[in-house]
């Protein structure tokens, strides 16, 4: 079970009975039913081993106060993702192991087989509940997410009966085969290019593309690549030296390494509530959250503000940096979600002091397996993160100067990102044109269209719409062969793993009225325009019926 206490009641664990501890919970969660962490598994269809870690707090803890810290942060980095195909036509499920290789002391090759049991319990019952789905299973990739999900669209009231002359054929959710077949050519002599010159890692790409990504964000930043947009995050946090003690606020709205990569550095996540209608952090809630943290005391160093520009759209940075600089608080931009976008003429990336991104597949510009990048308006900065990035790094490669990760990118990825780069203005441009057309289309429903600020241009990684009956919609949309994704159906500050007496439910009421109300659309640059027509017919039949 997770720790839900606040910090100051944290049970301490000893470091040896830490794994036994952790199989004890792993098997009591696998029993609990329904709405429990069982309930979450099924909807998402994933299985992570992250409640095991998160669980283990009080030892983590115990781990920083013996000044164990790097190998704490190699057991925390250890991930186990089940993941879903992401091809619609092949469902296909596999196990993945993105994991460091266990070390060989006890501690840690228990702790392993405790995950790799957690996985086993996760599998069977997603065989179980497939079997069991009486509706069609599909599969998207998560657009927020490092993960490709399985999404089941709710259960039809009984009676429903099929929409006369339905399509059959399901549209796709991301347009990457459609992409993959205008670049294959390119992509494939570049991939050929790094087998020659056998540089896997480290390879000239990675320099290549950090100079091409800074020179298309503009404003003199630096990029430094990095291995994915949690560990940019990561890298960005032990950069400013944020760690035990610290709080970083963050919205509640938002996909869960904005929350995660605060409790893998041992700080504290303080969360703020969004705006309802850009659905990012609220300035107005951050002085009243900052207020609250400040009166709450505990000897806590409030350190930064890590902003997210959700589903595309840049956050409010101008309101957020006058509140940063007038709280002594750093500025970080989660902008996992909008490279590509723009506000008051400068791109994702140049918005804040630091940025990071990511890459992965389904992101507006993704590769073909995870990537990311932090850029710093700084260079002096680059140079430390460039450290961090391989193991805290000095001139030489085992003089080892700071605390840091593997966070290298691989020479396959930057490679791949190099081609998708050439096309990626045109892209951008696409999603635009969709999301006006989607705009027209659908004015005059009752639901809440994606709001666009003044001066802000969205990269449009999801067209995200607020329903008040958004699982009815959703029922009719898939009847329709449209696909539908729900960005995200609970807050940061109801995860089990996450929760903090600072925080109840009711707390935060407009991220917790979001996780019922929103809905996304297909989104994808490669979608025809008599598909996104199908879309949009659909919707408006669900409203018309
Ligand atoms: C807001 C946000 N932050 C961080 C991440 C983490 O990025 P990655 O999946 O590349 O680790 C994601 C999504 O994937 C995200 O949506």
Redesign the pocket.
């Known amino acids: 079970m997770a720790w839900t206490g606040g910090d100051e009641q944290r049970p301490e664990i000893p470091f040896r009975q830490c794994p036994q501890l952790l199989e004890e919970q792993s098997a009591t969660a696998v029993d609990r039913g329904p709405g429990g962490l069982r309930g979450h598994h099924e909807d998402t269809g994933v299985w992570t081993a992250s409640r095991c870690r998160r669980s283990a707090g009080g030892g983590r803890e115990w781990w920083h106060r013996r000044g164990c810290e790097a190998r704490c942060r190699t057991a925390a980095k250890r991930r186990i993702v089940s993941r879903g195909d992401a091809s619609p036509s092949r469902p296909r499920r596999s196990t993945r192991l993105a994991a460091q290789r266990p070390h060989d002391d006890g501690y840690h090759s228990r702790l392993f087989r405790c995950r790799v049991a957690d996985v086993r319990a996760g599998h069977r019952r997603c065989r179980a509940r497939r079997r069991t789905d009486r509706l069609e299973d599909r599969t998207s990739t998560e657009a927020?997410?490092?993960v490709a999900t399985r999404t089941t669209a709710p259960q039809p009231a009984q009676g429903h009966r099929e929409p006369e002359g339905a399509p059959s054929e399901p549209l796709p959710f991301v347009g990457l085969r459609a992409q993959g077949e205008r670049l294959r050519q390119r992509i494939e002599q570049r991939l050929g290019r790094v087998l020659d010159h056998g540089a896997y890692v480290n390879g000239p790409e990675i320099e290549e593309r950090e100079r091409s990504l800074a020179d298309f964000v503009g404003g003199g930043v630096t990029c430094v690549a990095c291995s994915?947009?949690?560990d940019a995050?990561v890298m960005a946090l032990l950069e400013m030296g944020i760690g035990a003690g610290d709080v970083v606020f963050v919205p509640s709205f938002?996909?869960t390494?904005?929350a995660e990569v605060v409790l893998l550095v041992g700080a504290t996540p303080w969360y703020v509530d969004v705006d309802e209608q850009t659905m990012n952090l609220c300035p107005c809630d951050l002085e009243r959250q900052i207020a609250r943290a400040r009166e709450s005391g505990g000897g806590r160093r409030l350190r930064a503000v890590m902003a997210?520009d959700l589903f595309g759209l840049p956050a409010d940075y101008s309101a957020l940096d006058e509140i940063c600089a007038r709280e002594g608080l750093e500025l970080i931009a989660?902008s996992?979600?909008s490279f590509g976008a723009a506000q008051g003429g400068r791109r994702v990336g140049a918005l804040a002091g630091l940025t990071a991104t990511?890459f992965?597949p389904a992101k507006p510009l993704g590769g073909y397996g995870?990537g990311?990048a932090v850029f710093v308006t700084d260079a002096a900065r680059a140079e430390t993160l460039r450290s961090i990035r391989e193991h805290g790094k000095g001139p030489d490669r085992y003089d080892i100067v700071r605390l840091g990760i593997n966070g290298r990118l691989d020479s396959f990825q930057a490679a791949v990102l190099l081609v998708k780069l050439e096309v990626f203005g045109e892209e951008t441009s696409r999603r635009e044109a969709l999301s006006r057309a989607y705009d027209e289309g659908l004015s005059g429903l009752p639901l809440w269209l994606p709001a666009r600020r003044e001066g802000a241009e969205s990269a449009w990684a999801q067209y995200t719409l607020q329903v008040d009956d958004r699982d009815a919609l959703r029922v009719s949309l898939q009847r329709r062969g449209v696909p539908t994704a729900v960005y995200y159906p609970l807050p940061m500050h109801l995860q089990p793993a996450y929760r903090s007496d600072s925080h109840p439910e009711g707390s935060l009421p407009v991220s917790e009225r979001l996780c019922g109300r929103v809905v996304s659309l297909p989104m994808h640059p490669y979608q025809a325009a008599a598909d996104t027509e199908r879309v949009i017919e659909a919707v408006r039949s669900h409203f018309a019926d």
């Open positions: 927020g997410g490092d994915s947009g949690t995050l938002t996909f390494a904005t997210v989660d996992a979600q990511s992965f995870d990311g």
